[in-house]
Every structure is written in C-alpha cells, then in structure tokens.
C-alpha cells in the first residue's frame, strides 16, 4: 500500500520538523564527544548519546505516526522507511554544517590538541602505530595530527553526509519494520 500522494509533503514537513530534533541531538552528542577527549568520564555519555540515535530516530516515528495515521489507515513500512530516511538526511544537513561551522572557524586547534594528548598515552599510541596510520603520516603523532588537519573542514562535513547516505537506510528499514502497523479493519453490522 502506497501513501496517497497528499502525504508525500506531510511526511516531508514532519520530517523536516524531527530532523531537526533529531539533528540537535547529533551535535550534542558531537560536542559531548569533543568534550570527553579532554574529560574522560563523558565517555560513556558520548557513547549513550551516539547509540540512542537509532532510539531517538524511531521515537520520532512513533510520534509521527501518533499524528499522522488513524487505526482505520494503518501505518506503512513504505511511509515509516520514507520518513526516516528523510529526517535522517535533514539530520545530517545539520550535523554537517554544524562539524562545518565548528571546525572552520570556532575549534581554534582544540579537537587537534585534545587528539594529540590522547594519542600521546602509550596505549592510545601502540594502538595508532598498530593500525599502521602512524607509518603513513611519517611515524609521529605530531605528524598524524598534521595530516588530520590538512583536511578540509567540508571534507568532514561531507562525510557526515556520505555516512548517512550509507547507514540510513539499514537504520530506516529497522525502525519501519518496528514502527508500521496494519490498518484495523472496521466490520459493519
């Protein structure tokens, strides 16, 4: 069952609306992110924060789904994936330009810095050399985070994009799955 074509902009708009939502809580767990590589307890929250996404994005739904369908219509793995897949892009616009915005002109060298003292712990360091990035860069921290900078800020922007593109609909088709729900058929008597 397809969504009448009326609901094409409706789905949109709501996705739009939670995207929205749904893209404050990527920077938050961005920025909380960014905060535990100098205050390791926030660790746990960033990772929280990270794995409550896919939560957050079929919390979303639900809600959506509260507002847009009657039991008599049901709710469609077809509308759910859409409206997923759509607020997970309008997300990512966000995050993105967030990770833009920040990165150009607000980190002033803090994430680098606050990579370069991770990477200094010898356990962070024989990870690094083990994964072999350290011989790739000329075999210093220093010369990894180097490296690390000269990457454009919308370089990484744009894989915040690109990671969306490729996991959300994995992630779309899940929350459809848990979030669709059959029409209630109504017996006349």
Same mark, same amino acid.
Request: proline share 5%.
């Given at each position: ?65 509260? =507002? ?47 990579? =370069? ?5 010898? =356990? ?21 985070? =180097? ?43």
């Amino acid at each position: 069952m397809n969504p009448a074509p009326s609901a094409l902009p409706q789905t949109n708009a709501y996705a739009m609306q939670y995207g929205t939502l749904l893209g404050l809580w990527g920077i938050v767990s961005l920025v909380v992110l960014g905060a535990s590589l100098s205050v390791p307890l926030l660790s746990s929250l960033s990772t929280l924060l990270f794995l409550g996404s896919p939560v957050c994005a079929g919390w979303l739904t639900v809600r959506f789904r509260r =507002e847009v369908s009657t039991a008599e219509e049901g709710f469609t793995f077809g509308r759910a994936f859409l409206f997923n897949f759509v607020q997970s892009i309008y997300a990512s616009l966000l995050i993105a330009l967030f990770v833009f915005v920040y990165l150009q002109w607000l980190d002033g060298g803090y994430i680098w810095s606050a990579y =370069e003292r991770m990477f200094a712990i010898p =356990e962070n360091k024989l990870l690094l050399e083990q994964s072999g990035l350290l011989d790739q860069t000329g075999g210093s921290v220093a010369h990894f985070i =180097e490296a690390l900078q000269r990457i454009p800020a919308a370089q990484y922007a744009g894989m915040v994009i690109y990671m969306t593109l490729l996991t959300s609909p994995l992630f779309s088709a899940l929350i459809a799955l848990i979030t669709k729900r059959r029409p209630r058929l109504t017996t006349g008597r």
